[in-house]
């Protein structure tokens, strides 16, 4: 249940479902009157509320959180929320509603999850900005849509950038969650280039030695054998492709000399490409 107050909302297009990185449902600015609260509801995508003036209380899985000016909280889908402005001094928020394939490892990277919902960020109005030009973007006629969600980027990455470098020293094994799933992203949008270990530590920001022992440490084998591995893989499914050439396959994934690619792919799948392309991917008439 949600009481009555001031209300401004816009509404953005929707994206097909679970077919894109991010989808952008809804963004807006509310000035609560006292004691205004929203619940319990329960929300089918995320949505991330930032306080702009005022105070109010969020409450989640039996804890209250007491949040200010600068202040902001995430509700994840399927959860049961409730929050209220104060009696004396009402928030002003604003928020966003999104979803989509890459929406909570996003979340992940800014150290934002069920378990700790509540970030701060004061030290400028440069994400209150993000959430202006978000909500300005209704006064586009045909890319309504394309400018929100290129700002919820930017509020997103703003809050990666500046929140989580802030709990790292809390989170320990987190901070190792979010190296490898930036070096698994790396790898998953550049595997097809020239980039060797350095690459992918420099990108990373880390000693080449220490990323490399947090990937044995959490998956059991070395970079070195993961990017290769996933190069093969991907070369076995362009294998389906009959037009490319074992030449073009290998220049695909990442490899140059043709040479190299066989000999590789044979060391890891057991038999060269040209044979496993007959074996699994030959059409029969």
Not at 20 to 32: H, P
Not at 62 to 89: M, N, R, S
Not at 124 to 150: N, P, V, Y
Request: with cysteine.
């Amino acid at each position: 249940m949600e009481t009555a107050c001031r209300r401004t909302e816009v509404q953005v297009p929707l994206y097909s479902l679970n077919n894109s990185d991010l989808n952008m449902y809804q963004c807006g600015i509310q000035n609560c009157d006292p004691g205004h609260f929203y619940g319990p509801a329960v929300r089918d995508h995320f949505l991330i509320h930032y306080v702009l003036a005022g105070k109010g209380k969020y409450c989640f899985d039996d804890k209250v959180y007491y949040l200010q000016k600068g202040q902001g909280f995430l509700i994840c889908p399927g959860k049961i929320t409730y929050y209220q402005a104060d009696l004396e001094d009402p928030w002003t928020y604003t928020w966003v509603g999104f979803h989509g394939l890459k929406a909570e490892a996003y979340l992940k990277e800014a150290l934002l999850t069920e378990g700790n919902p509540i970030f701060t960020y004061d030290k400028d109005d440069s994400m209150a900005k993000c959430f202006t030009e978000m909500i300005a973007a209704k006064k586009c006629q045909k890319a309504r849509g394309i400018r929100a969600l290129g700002y919820l980027y930017v509020f997103l990455s703003q809050l990666v950038e500046e929140c989580a470098n802030d709990r790292f020293i809390d989170y320990p094994s987190n901070r190792k969650e979010i190296y490898l799933r930036k070096t698994i992203e790396f790898i998953e949008m550049n595997y097809s280039r020239k980039i060797a270990i350095n690459d992918i530590a420099g990108y990373i920001g880390l000693d080449r030695s220490y990323l490399g022992s947090i990937f044995k440490q959490k998956l059991n084998t070395s970079l070195q054998d993961f990017l290769i591995n996933y190069r093969i893989n991907k070369g076995c499914e362009l294998m389906k492709n009959e037009n490319l050439a074992v030449g073009d396959i290998a220049r695909s994934v990442g490899y140059e000399d043709p040479l190299l690619f066989s000999k590789t792919f044979r060391k890891i799948k057991g038999m060269p490409p040209r044979e496993y392309r007959k074996r699994y991917h030959t059409v029969w008439k």
